[in-house]
């Protein structure tokens, strides 16, 4: 069964920090794997889409890291502000037109003063 | 720099009534879906459509219905809704594989 789970499912830091997030994903065929944030009531918002021969990729503070071989992802955040406390949450495609997400239940994030 | 829109954001409704959750995209993108998200939880495809007059289900049961008579527009009705049917429902649309762009949401409260 295609799973994604993401590891921890909340994270409390303060304003400044760094962080680390997780995905863990059991999904064949493997098209791509993205990170979304999700602010509360709202969309989801792309921030990092890699392939299979991608291992990082940037964007800004947010940056992704992928292990095709151990179907392993990370979401790391520089410097914490105060927006980016949401919901952050893994999504692998297995390609084809039906477009196939499968999608982890999020990380909710909270950064405090 | 949403070019997708969804109309309305927040809806109370009473059990029995008809609604129609609205979804616009400016991009002419092709394929368009509708997701359905309880708090907390991850979301699930209901409906998707590959263009005008292609509708399918996805892998969430669901008693809603959908139309593509126009690629811009791609509605989502509930003929009775019920308490069952509170979630939120996100609507998406791509042109190929990467472009994946969401909307706001709607927010449905079925009292």
């Known amino acids: 069964k295609n799973q994604v789970e993401q590891s921890p499912q909340s994270l409390i830091i303060l304003e400044g920090k760094n962080c680390t997030l997780q995905?863990?994903?059991?999904?064949?065929?493997?098209?791509?794997l993205r990170w979304y944030k999700q602010d509360t009531g709202r969309g989801p918002v792309s921030l990092t889409i890699?392939?299979?021969?991608?291992n990082t990729k940037s964007n800004g503070r947010y940056t992704a890291t992928l292990d095709a071989d151990t179907k392993q992802s990370s979401l790391h955040i520089t410097a914490s502000q105060l927006s980016d406390s949401a919901s952050y949450i893994c999504?692998?495609?297995?390609?084809?037109?039906?477009?196939?997400?499968?999608f982890g239940k999020g990380t909710k994030l909270s950064v405090k003063p | 720099e949403a070019d997708i829109y969804q109309t309305p954001r927040y809806l109370v409704i009473g059990t029995g009534k008809k609604i129609t959750l609205e979804c616009s995209q400016t991009?002419?993108?092709?394929?368009m879906y509708w997701y359905q998200q309880d708090p907390g939880m991850e979301l699930h495809l209901i409906h998707y459509?590959?263009?005008?007059?292609?509708?399918e289900k996805g892998d969430l049961s669901s008693e809603s219905t959908v139309s593509r008579i126009r690629t811009e527009h791609f509605p989502l009705t509930l003929e009775s809704a019920r308490p069952s049917h509170t979630s939120q429902y996100l609507c998406?649309?791509?042109?190929?594989?990467?472009?994946?762009?969401f909307g706001s949401g709607t927010r449905l409260t079925v009292v």
């Open positions: 991009m002419g993108h092709d394929k």
């Open positions: 999504v692998v495609s297995s390609g084809g037109s039906q477009g196939n997400l499968i």
């Open positions: 890699m392939t299979f021969s991608e």
């Open positions: 998406a649309s791509r042109m190929h594989d990467y472009g994946y762009t």
């Open positions: 995905c863990n994903y059991t999904v064949s065929p493997f098209s791509n």
């Open positions: 459509s590959y263009g005008v007059n292609s509708t």
